[in-house]
Structures are given as structure tokens and as C-alpha cells.
């Protein structure tokens, strides 16, 4: 994992963590107004429209330069073709943050959320400081939760019918890391 603060970009063997811009809505768009991802994911909306990839991509880069949350598009290193997301959020008064990431469907099963969330945990870790990274998944989407266990993270419990999505209620299964 390679950081580049000045451009805020973090390289991996086959990726490039960006930060989105203006000109991804579109991609945005076409990728998470699938139902695939609104059901595995816990804040992304159904049907998604333009007008919400453009206020999601808006607060990018005021949340990275006051600390707040690092969200990078993933994008492939030679093409840069935008895959999805990748984000860690930044507790700063309990040291500690949450990586989240989504994949558009056309892309799952080729290791791209694996590969960039590993690059977002040595960021947390040797960039940042942190302390302690978590991620948590819904039980109904066992494919999320081998990624965070492919990180090296443990599991820590589960959210017994935490949040309701689609008039059901969902267990949320959390892990974490210590940095060590």
C-alpha cells in the first residue's frame, strides 16, 4: 500500500483509492441503483438516483480534510474503471474507526473489496494511528463477512434484530482489530 497525501490516493497491487469526484456520479448511479446493494448495505438507498450520488460525492472531501471520514472510489490501477467504495471513519476521541465498502455486483468475486479494504486498514494503522478498526455486516450477507474475516479481524458479536430493511429486521455482526 502506497499513500500519496498531496493526492489523497492510496495505491495497491490492482487498485487506486481515490477520492470521487463530480464526473463518478454517473458510475455511482449505475452501480448502486441495483437492489443487490441496497440490501447488503446499511445506508444506501433504493431506487438511487443522480441527485443522491452527487451529495454523497459532495461531502468527500470536507469529511477527508477535517478527519472526519476517508471514502475513496475504487478504481482499477491500469483502466480506471471505478468498482465501488471503500471507507474509514475516524473516532477520534476513542482512537478507533469503522471500515465500510460496497461493490457494484458486476464486479463481485474478483477480491476488489478485499484488496482495498486491507489497503484502508494499513492506512487506519500506520497512516493514522488508530488504535482499533471494526466492521460490522449483516447476517444475510455472509459474502461481506469473509472480507473483514480475510482482514485478520475477529469476531466480537452480534446486534440481535438491529435495524429493520425491507419490513424485516436484520442482525448486524460485528468484528474488529486491535493494532498491534
Known sequence: MIYDKENKTITT????????EKSDAETVTKLCNNYNIYKNTLYIPYPYSIDCALLWIQAHVDNF???????FAITDKEKGILYGAVALSNNQRFN???IAYWIGEEFW????ATEASKAILE????????HKVYARYFASNPASGRVIEKLGMVREGILIDHVMKDSRYEDLIYYGIINS
Not at 497491487?13 to 470521487?20: D, G, H, P, Y
Not at 480534510?65 to 471514502?71: G, T, V
Not at 468475486?109 to 476488489?112: A, C, E, M
Request: overall charge negative; charged content about 30%.
Open 65 to 71: 480534510d477535517a478527519d472526519r471520514l476517508y471514502e
Open 96 to 98: 478507533n474507526g469503522e
Open 123 to 130: 492506512f487506519a494503522f500506520n497512516v493514522k494511528g488508530y
Open 13 to 20: 497491487e490492482r487498485l487506486v483509492l481515490r477520492i470521487f
Open 109 to 112: 468475486g474478483n477480491g476488489y
